[in-house]
């Protein structure tokens, strides 16, 4: 079916030049003594059947590149295509203006080369700018929407897009909390995430790439087996190579917030004022409260940092650093609570040994 349109418009474009260039050529051959080329009719039939001619050479390459364009507008996003066309429009209605302004310079040259540079300029930038600031405009657009009233604006939270990156997707947690039901809204999983992921998964060390393929397992069970609202954002920043500060620049724009157990991208997010939610806070806070002069038994298993320390471990694998318990390693032991530092990192218990205590 393409290739009888292509034939069609084939035999249109050598009819439609044929009229207007075949008695030009003849004229400039001066055979104007072959009367019936004056003939409209006769001259479309011979630019058609030249046309249709090169069709048999040309029409698998002009296939060929309609098929290819067809699958390259399939595979882009619809934000991409719409705000690229939008840019393009724009920046075809500058170059009209401008041209029609130089219109009134009577010179020859200008009059002909410039609007055709022009409409090839700003057609190229408007489309160029649309498509890279497609990102920014979309969130210019919904910050617009949220400006419509206070049932909006107290709606917002429980809706927020939650933006998953690559650690708390290999981490795994994140799928039992979708299950429960904590974490309300719709589930965001950056395209650029998913080739960090496939990258992970490729890799030639064994331990990455059991780490990758965890995390695509991860998001087949989010996808597939959980209630919850999931969207693939198909759009990259190209002037950014970070994944972190791609994850932070996609949270700005779409008011979203940042799922993530990493330290490092907490304390960015914080800083560049962008909501995160790290599940090892969620983890610090449903863990069992341990307040100083608190006792407990527990098995002192290796070394601490510092001379003389030893260090345990409860269920939930908190950590916990024993003063003087480097003689204990290997034994349980009654240990009462110090201090506890409390971090996104983790939380991190200190105590001392209780026969120790009793000693002083």
Known sequence: ???????????ITGGTLGIFLIPELMSALNASHMTFINNAYITAIIGALIFYLLTFKAIDHVVNFIKWFEETLVKAPITDIIFGSLGLLVGLLLAFLIGFALNAIEVPIINTVAPILLTLLFGYLGFQVGF????????????????????????????QLKILDTSVIIDGRIADICQTGFLQGTIVIPQFV??????????????????GRRGL?????????????????????????????????LAKLTSGAVVTND????????????????????????????????????????DGKEQNQGVAYLDDGTMIV???????????????VTSVLQTSAGRMIFAKPKMLEKAL
């Not at 960090?196 to 030639?204: T, V």
């Open 132 to 159: 890279k600031k497609r990102d920014e405009l979309s969130g210019l657009f919904k910050a617009s929407k949220k400006k419509g009233g206070d049932s909006d604006e107290e709606s917002a939270p429980a809706g």
């Open 263 to 302: 330290f490092n991208l907490n304390k960015v997010c914080e800083l560049q004022k962008v909501a995160v939610l790290n599940i090892n806070d969620l983890a610090n806070a449903v863990k069992p409260v341990v307040l100083p002069g608190e006792e407990m038994n527990i098995q002192v298993i290796k």
């Open 194 to 211: 998913l080739e960090e992921l496939q990258h992970i998964a490729d890799s030639s060390d064994a331990l990455k790439r059991n780490r």
């Open 322 to 336: 024993v003063e003087e318990g480097r003689n204990y390693i290997g034994k349980r032991i009654d240990v009462m």
């Open 1 to 11: 079916m393409l290739k009888r349109i292509v034939q069609a418009c084939f035999l």
């Open 217 to 249: 397992d991860i998001l087949n069970r989010i996808q597939k087996e959980l209630a919850v609202n999931v969207e693939i954002y198909e759009g990259d920043f190209e002037e950014i190579q970070e994944v972190d500060s791609k994850l932070v620049k």
